[in-house]
């Protein structure tokens, strides 16, 4: 088990990097996130990674308050698209760079209570030149209230293959946790093209 800092700066967002390395040359591999932890908004960070690398972990101080949450089964795959969405997402022209684009996202449940597991999921298209077969990318969560960003989940990196994809990940809500309206922005990038969509979740008292 890996020593905790306990040294927590003051910054103004949380960002939780991480690099999976058991996900990146291969699709249908699952990568585990544990003991990430953020305080009463997600805002402070702790952890360790099991089947990953973890590239930085910073903690911040928020709301004077501290509580731990979870960050476990991050998953990816690639998905079977029907003739429509083939339609819809493909592109119509040969393209020279790879490019995304989100075709929905969303959390389960929509209401949750302190302590409780969140699903989270962005079903996204990446889209290749003719001549490549894989392209980095990566994802990340960020978790907002009020219009303020309060924790970054990720980003994953890797290399993926195109098509219709769907990647995951649970989170558990922190003990200590304001309750409120909070909104999780999805961001995919590969290259200089990103793309972003928003869900979100209510936090009710236990």
Known sequence: ?????????????????????????????????????????????????????????????????????????????????????????????????????IQKVGNSPKWARPGQRISVWTRYWLNLPSDELTASTTESWTIKSEGAALVTLGPTEGEREGGKRESTLDFIVPSRVDPGTYVIEHRVQTGSNVDTKSSEFIVVQS
């Open 1 to 101: 088990m890996k020593r905790v800092d306990r040294r927590i700066p003051t910054v103004a967002a949380v960002t939780v990097a991480i690099l999976l390395s058991g996900c990146q040359t291969a699709d249908n591999k699952e990568g585990r996130l544990a003991a990430m932890g953020f305080n009463a908004a997600f805002s402070a960070a702790l952890g360790s990674v099991t089947g990953g690398t973890l590239k930085s972990v910073v903690g911040s101080a928020f709301a004077g308050a501290m509580a731990s949450a979870f960050v476990s089964d991050y998953r990816t795959k690639r998905m079977n698209p029907t003739a429509e969405e083939r339609q819809l997402y493909e592109p119509t022209t040969p393209i020279t760079q790879p490019q995304v684009k």
